[in-house]
């Protein structure tokens, strides 16, 4: 990230200061915010998760939670396994060991599809979205792991394939408004600057109605004023939908103003886990991560 792109805690503090929540407190299930946002129990558990990719350990026996209705930043440095653990959230790999618990169960291996089904939606850490395909269409691409008709009932628009279109359509309009970006919905993806982009990301993700949100660096490579759009909508959209939010991202201005609480990783293990002051006064964390430059 450029230097010209950093966010300062200061800034964003004076941007994003209306909606956003203080780390520090009780932390325990079932209570509300200072802001009046309610935090649930446990709704995943990360139980003593290792990966291997051959010889390389992606991640080394980590255990933690994510509470309903919360969001929960993941931190590191770079190679320290955050994207290998969001891509076990979503089911992306299956780690050699440890368990995976969802709403109190212990989830079977399961393919990404039928994550998504549970209702665990992601972006990406690079776009991936349909180039050429306007926004509208992208955004509709996120039902379709909702979708119950068949590709014949669809083809021939009858009955509950019709309903089921203009059900989707409706709530994929609902999304556009809610992230402001109904002025571009017949644009092509492609013509986009950047910053649009990971918001059509954002809407796609939304569209499935998620209950936990998983967001692979969201304001990378963003400019201060993208970043600041991008942070308001991650707490409007956990705020106006309850919904639940796992993010990883580097900009530690971001990270602290935005998250309840913060895992860190370093070389896949699991070295700090609190609020962001927790983390912020842990002097490994510091050694490892807070007190280097992450440009
Ligand atoms: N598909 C893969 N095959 C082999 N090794 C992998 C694979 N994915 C990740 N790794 C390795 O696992 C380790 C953790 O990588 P990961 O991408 O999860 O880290 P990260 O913390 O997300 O890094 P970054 O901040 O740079 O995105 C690294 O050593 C990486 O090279």
């Known amino acids: 990230m450029s230097a010209e792109n950093l966010v300062t805690r200061a800034d964003l503090a004076e941007t994003v200061h209306e909606s956003t929540h203080e780390g520090g407190g009780d932390r325990g299930p079932g209570h509300v915010t200072e802001d009046g946002r309610k935090i649930g129990g446990v709704v995943m558990e990360m139980k003593n998760i290792t ?3 051959g010889g390389v350990t992606a ?21 320290a396994g955050k994207s290998s653990m969001l891509n076990v959230i979503s089911g992306f790999y299956v780690p050699q060991e440890g368990e995976v618990w969802f709403r109190g169960a212990k989830r079977p291996p399961m ?8 209702g665990i939606a992601r972006t990406f850490q690079n776009i991936a979205l349909f180039d050429g395909m306007s926004v509208l269409d992208n955004v509709m691409t996120g039902r379709l792991t909702q979708m119950q008709q068949g590709i014949l009932a669809q083809a021939l628009w009858k009955g509950p394939a019709e309903r089921e279109e203009v059900e989707n359509r409706e709530k994929a309009e609902k999304i556009i408004d ?38 692979d660096e969201p304001m990378a490579g963003m400019n201060v004023e993208e970043k600041e759009d991008m942070c308001r909508f991650v707490l409007d959209v956990n705020d106006e939908f309850g919904t639940t939010i796992a993010l990883i991202e580097h900009d530690m201005g971001v990270v602290m103003d935005l998250s309840d609480r913060v895992v860190v990783m370093d070389y896949g ?17 510091i050694d490892a991560y807070l007190g280097v430059s992450h440009d």
């Open 51 to 53: 990966l291997r990719f």
């Open 111 to 118: 393919k990404p599809y039928q994550v998504a089904r549970q």
């Open 178 to 215: 809610f992230l402001e970006i109904q002025h571009i919905r017949k644009t092509p993806v492609s013509r986009l600057p950047y910053g649009l982009k990971k918001r059509v990301e954002l809407a796609r993700a939304l569209v499935s109605e998620p209950t936990i949100l998983l967001l």
């Open 269 to 285: 293990r699991k070295i700090g886990d609190g609020t962001p002051d927790d983390v912020r006064n842990n002097q490994e964390v």
């Open 59 to 79: 991640i080394k026996d980590i255990s933690f939670d994510i509470r309903e209705g919360e969001i929960r930043a993941i931190i590191g440095p770079n190679g």
